[in-house]
């Protein structure tokens, strides 16, 4: 049974058999123990469940009877860290392998940057050391019809070398991939908004810290690999066609609660050339 920890890592797992043991084994060869994983299971139908509670008897394992969506299990993990003592959580997608120093420099850099409440490090693509997060940037005013898709905004530099003359401090919003929680950020303005089932949890996250007065930030002390690319591949078109319509649906929420009239209506221009963009992007995935 976890003890009281500094900081709590929460991962969300739903048939994630393929990922869950290199992700686990890789938080656990940290050079610090001032940690705690918990995992939320949403009702996985694969071996994920019997991975994690046979073979990491250190992890606290919540199941849940159903797929009660990604928002609403990382609160979850949130409630249950905090529980159990926690000042700092991350919240670590399952497709994920983390460097050896995490804990350690993420606590390090919410020491040293006090006023500092949500946080990522440097995320990569697995074997390429190309940028997944390294900032990122929300389309706003005319900005907005410039882009095809019906994407809110973009990774700066995404699927590019990480320069030493990069500046991390353009930031929008922290993804939910590899996203460090200060409990006082709790506090403040609550946990994830369980509306969004999948997808864009992470920006309204961001958008209400910012509204709070809350800063972030991104620190390149240590590193994550995302395996994006890879889980893509094993999406079957149906999945990919559901997720079309979480993302969609999230993006009119946020496109709803954050953006001026002119930008809404921008944003309602696009949409009538960009269902052309998206079954292009659609086909390319299912064949590519």
Known sequence: MQTAKQLFIVIVTWNGQKFIRDCLNSIFSQKTSDYGVIVVDNNSTDETKSIVSNEY???????????????????QGIDKAIDLGAEYMVLLNQDTEVSDNLVQAG??????????????????????????????????????????????????????????????????WIPGCTL????????????????FFMYGEDIDFSFRAQKAGINMGIFDTTSVIHKERLNRKLEISSVIFKKMILMTKSRYTIVSRYFSLKEKCYYLIKLVYTPLFQLVYVFRKIFS
Do not use: M
């Not at 008897?57 to 609160?75: E, P």
């Not at 460090?180 to 509306?195: A, C, M, Q, S």
């Open 107 to 172: 606590l390090k850099y919410f020491q040293e940057n006090t006023k500092i409440g949500l946080a990522s490090p440097i995320i990569y693509f697995p074997k390429e050391n190309r940028i997944w997060f390294a900032g990122s940037k929300i389309y706003r005013g005319k900005e907005i019809l410039t882009h095809p898709t019906s994407k809110l905004g973009k990774h700066i530099n995404k699927k590019q070398i990480l320069s030493k003359d990069d500046k991390y401090n353009s930031v929008d």
């Open 57 to 75: 008897k250190d992890v606290v394992l919540i199941v849940n009877s159903r797929n009660v969506g990604f928002a609403a299990a990382n609160n």
């Open 180 to 195: 460090f929680i200060r409990k006082e950020v709790i506090k403040k303005i609550g946990k994830l908004d369980e509306k």
